[in-house]
């Protein structure tokens, strides 16, 4: 019988992790599964473009793994039992049940409400696909001199208010931020960034605690109300429920606790990988939710598997940051270079530059998972190792 590998979720991380799976392992001793509700792979990172009514290249995940020997089920992930180890589905003709050897977790993470009144009924979101066509769709009916208003300073808040901005000039766009604008970035980033805003005719609400939200704008925790006709949320994100639910032992987020290799802590035959993953980064920090740590994660999962599976000797991941990459607007942003903990370095790139910078990795990134079996070399290794040392071993 074949080792059935089951990856649930194909953003960045779930992707990246089948790919990279399909090129460490024969065909011929494993069957990898990807599940995933969307029939495309989804490029989460250029949302805000999907918003503002951009064209975005489609990119069908069976054309994705056409040749690779990966099988691609849509279905929605309803249940996982890490006892029985099986997945509970949902799909076009009903409920099915799908058992696995090996799971890998990356069923990602959804906009984070932070329990605000208002924000599920009134306020709208990019964390996702539906979510950004909904966006585009409201927009679109906005009328010239409409009110826009981004909650959410982060990297998400500023590459969605100033592409907002950028694409529809005619509307009065502002963004509310808890602390200070892009205050983690160094100082002549900050500098930079309200140069941009300014340019944009984009107003700044800084030090803007946000207590509710309504059809018509928001109230701050002062008790100031900002008027808004369109309130876009951006204040993170939280994971899907369905490990909580499970035996898998996760954190306080929901998230699965994991080792350096990224199999839990509590079930060696369970990989967590993206936002769905709590993993250790430099200086003992946990990594944040970010395409640029999926990435590495996925890559660790998959090498830590394959070279378990074959007796051979687990590879190291690149686990740390090496830059930020802001977007504001398609002919402007920011390249942060950071330390490997993520903390700002002095050095940078600002401008028309910086929004090529971005563009290439946001390109690259999409065009080898569309690739997932090119590029570098494909060495798919027979399965040697028995169940007992799969499940025991270490290193």
Sequence with gaps: MKHRIVVLGAGYAGA??????????????????????????????????????????????????????VEVRLARVTAVDAERKTVALVAEHGTDEIAYDTL???????AADH???????????IAGKPAAQRLRDRLGHLAAGGSVLVV???????????EIAEARPDLDVAIAARGGLGDWLNEKAQQHLRGVCDRLG?????????ARV?????????????PAQVTVWTTGFAV??????????VAATGQIVVDATMRSVSHPDVYAVGDAGLAEGPGGKPLRMSCATGGPMAWQAADAIAARLTGRKIPKAPLRYFN???????????IQFVTADDRAKSSLITGRLAARYKEIICTGAAWGISHPTMMFPVRRHHITATRTEILTATS
């Excluded at 089948?18 to 995933?36: E, F, M, S």
């Excluded at 704008?217 to 109300?225: L, N, S």
């Excluded at 930020?324 to 920011?334: A, E, H, K, M, P």
Aim: with cysteine; charged share 20%; net charge neutral.
């Design 104 to 110: 890998v977790y990356a069923l990602g993470s959804a």
């Design 115 to 125: 329990g605000i009144p208002g924000v599920r009924e009134h306020a709208y979101d």
């Design 324 to 334: 930020q990459c802001i977007s504001l607007g398609r002919r402007d942003g920011i």
């Design 16 to 69: 990246i992790a089948a790919g990279r799976l399909a090129k460490r392992l024969h065909p011929g001793d494993t069957q990898i599964t990807v599940v995933n509700a969307d029939a495309d792979f989804v490029e989460r990172v250029r949302m805000h473009q999907l918003a503002t009514g951009q064209h975005l290249k489609r990119r069908t995940l069976t054309d994705v793994y056409a040749g690779t020997g």
């Design 240 to 249: 899907h429920p369905i490990a909580a639910a499970t035996t898998l032992t």
């Design 152 to 162: 959410g300073g982060g990297l998400t808040g500023l590459e969605a208010v100033t």
């Design 202 to 210: 984009i107003t700044v609400h800084e030090h803007t605690d946000i």
């Design 214 to 226: 309504e059809a018509t704008g928001v109230v701050t925790a002062d008790g100031r109300v900002i």
